[in-house]
C-alpha cells in the first residue's frame, strides 16, 4: 500500500526549511564564520594536537631560516634544497615575531592566503557566488585534518585556487599566479601546463609564467644560487620509496609478511621514513621516467582533445585533475600533504561545470574520502602504520587504492573526449559573467 502523501502545511513548512537553509548556507557571513572555525579547529590540531604534526614547520623550517639568518648558509642559494627559491618566502615571513612564535605565524599566513582563495571562490558580495563549492573545500581542511596546514603546500594550494579562479578572466594572472606556486612547490606546474593545452588564451598564460619565472630566476642569480635553483628536481632523483607512496604499499605488505627482506626505515639525509626490501631499489629508479612518461602521455591526450575540438571549459579541469593526480600517484615520494593538492582541480571543475563542464561530483566524493583516509593516516596513527599494524594497512592501501581511482576517473574521462569531442559553452560568456559578479 502506497505511503500517504504529506499534507499542505507539512510540504509547505519542508519547502521553507528548504529556503531557510539556502538562505543560511549562501550567506557569505555564515561562510566566513565557518572558515574561522575550520582555522581556528585545525590551528589548535596543528599546535597541540598529538603526533606533532608541525613538526616540519615547527623544526625543520625554523632550523633552515635561522642557518641562514644565523649561520649566513641560505639553503637553495647556498646549498641545494629539496624546495624551489620562493619556498624561503613564507618560511622566512613566519620568522617575523621570532622563534617562538614561528608555527602560530605560520599558520596565520595560512589563513590569510585562504581567505583570498576563499574571496576568489565566493566574492565580496552579502550572497555568495559559489557557496557550494566553498563549503565543500572547508568539508575538506577539516577532513583532512592538521596537514592542511602545517606543511609548505598549505601555501601554495591558495596560491593555485585563486590562479584557477581567475583564469577565464585574467589568464595573465592566473598563469603568474601559477608560476609562483611552482617555485615555492613544483605541483602546480601540473596544472599550469593543463592550461597551456587546454585554454585560447595558452599565450598569455605563457607569457606571464615566462615573466614570473624569469623575474625568479634573475633573483637567484643576483643572490649567488645559480647552481641551486634546479636542485628541487634533481633533489628527488636519489630517494628511496616513501612509505605512504602508492608504489610502497607493495613493500609495505612485504614486510607485514616477513618477506623479499623488506622493511620500515628512517632515512637521517632526507628525514623521512622510507621502505626497503627486495626490489625497492630498481623500482625506486624506474618511478622517475615512468612519471615522467606518465606526464607525456596526459599532455598527449589533452593536445589530441584540444586538437578535435574539445572546449577548453570542458578539457580544462579534466586534464588539470589528471596531471595532479599522476604527480601524487605516479611518484615514490608519498607525503600525506600531497593530497591538500587534489582540492584545486576539483574546486576548478565544480565551478566550470555550471557552464558546460564535466560533472565532478565524482571526484569531489572521492576526494572527501581521500582527505578522510589521510588524516587518519597522518599524524595520529602514523606510529601504527611505521608498526606495520594490520588496520593501518589497510587504512593506507584503500587511500593510495582511491589514489589511481581517481587518476583512472581523470585519465578516462580524457580519451572519452578524444573518442567523442564535446562542446560547451566558450568562455567569454563566463567572462562576462564572472565579472559581473565580482
Not at 613538526?55 to 639553503?75: A, I, S
Not at 606571464?208 to 623575474?215: D, F, L, N, Q
Amino acid at each position: 500500500m502506497p505511503a500517504p502523501e504529506p499534507t499542505l502545511d507539512r510540504a509547505v513548512s519542508l519547502v521553507r526549511a528548504r529556503e531557510v537553509v539556502g538562505l543560511i548556507g549562501g550567506s557569505a557571513i555564515t561562510l566566513w564564520l565557518v572558515f574561522g572555525a575550520v582555522h581556528l579547529w585545525l590551528g589548535y590540531l596543528n599546535l597541540y594536537g598529538p603526533g606533532l604534526p608541525m613538526g616540519d614547520v615547527t623544526y625543520v623550517y625554523l632550523f633552515w631560516v635561522e642557518r641562514g639568518l644565523l649561520g649566513n648558509e641560505w639553503v637553495g642559494i647556498d646549498t641545494s634544497w629539496v624546495y624551489p627559491l620562493l619556498a624561503l618566502v613564507p618560511m622566512l615571513a613566519s620568522y617575523v615575531f621570532g622563534p617562538d612564535l614561528y608555527g602560530s605565524t605560520w599558520l596565520t599566513i595560512v589563513m590569510m592566503l585562504n581567505a583570498a582563495a576563499l574571496v576568489a571562490i565566493i566574492g565580496v558580495q552579502e550572497r555568495a557566488r559559489h557557496a557550494a563549492i566553498a563549503w565543500w573545500w572547508m568539508l575538506y581542511l577539516v577532513l583532512l585534518g592538521p596537514i592542511a596546514l602545517g606543511r609548505i603546500d598549505a601555501v601554495t594550494v591558495p596560491v593555485a585556487l585563486v590562479a584557477v579562479m581567475l583564469i577565464a578572466r585574467h589568464p595573465r594572472w592566473g598563469g603568474a599566479l601559477l608560476a609562483v606556486g611552482a617555485w615555492i612547490k613544483v605541483w602546480p606546474a601540473g596544472v599550469l601546463l593543463a592550461a597551456l593545452i587546454a585554454l585560447r588564451d595558452r599565450g598569455a598564460v605563457l607569457a606571464a609564467t615566462v615573466g614570473t619565472s624569469m623575474v625568479v630566476v634573475a633573483a637567484g642569480l643576483a643572490l649567488g644560487g645559480a647552481s641551486a635553483l634546479l636542485t628541487p628536481i634533481t633533489e628527488q632523483t636519489g630517494r628511496g620509496l616513501q612509505v605512504e607512496a602508492p608504489i610502497s604499499t607493495v613493500w609495505l605488505w612485504a614486510a607485514a609478511a616477513g618477506e623479499w627482506a623488506a622493511r620500515v626505515y628512517y632515512d637521517e639525509g632526507i628525514l623521512t621514513w622510507q621502505v626497503i626490501g627486495d626490489g625497492s631499489a630498481q623500482a625506486a629508479a624506474a618511478m622517475t621516467p615512468l612519471l615522467a612518461l606518465t606526464v607525456v602521455v596526459i599532455a598527449g591526450l589533452g593536445l589530441l582533445a584540444m586538437r578535435r575540438g574539445v572546449d577548453e571549459v570542458v578539457l580544462f579541469p579534466v586534464l588539470a585533475l589528471a596531471m595532479v593526480m599522476a604527480l601524487i600517484t605516479v611518484n615514490k615520494v608519498g607525503s600525506p600533504q600531497f593530497a591538500t593538492w587534489i582540492a584545486v582541480p576539483v574546486v576548478l571543475g565544480l565551478a566550470w561545470q555550471r557552464w558546460g563542464g564535466v560533472s565532478f561530483r565524482v571526484p569531489a566524493v572521492l576526494a572527501l574520502v581521500i582527505a578522510a583516509l589521510t588524516q587518519v593516516v597522518y599524524p595520529v596513527l602514523y606510529a601504527n602504520l611505521l608498526s606495520l599494524e594490520l588496520g593501518m594497512l589497510l587504512v593506507l592501501t584503500a587511500r593510495n587504492l582511491l589514489y589511481v581511482v581517481l587518476l583512472g576517473w581523470a585519465v578516462g574521462q580524457l580519451v572519452m573526449l578524444c573518442w567523442r569531442p564535446a562542446r560547451a559553452a566558450a568562455l567569454e560568456p563566463v567572462r562576462a559573467q564572472e565579472g559581473a559578479s565580482a
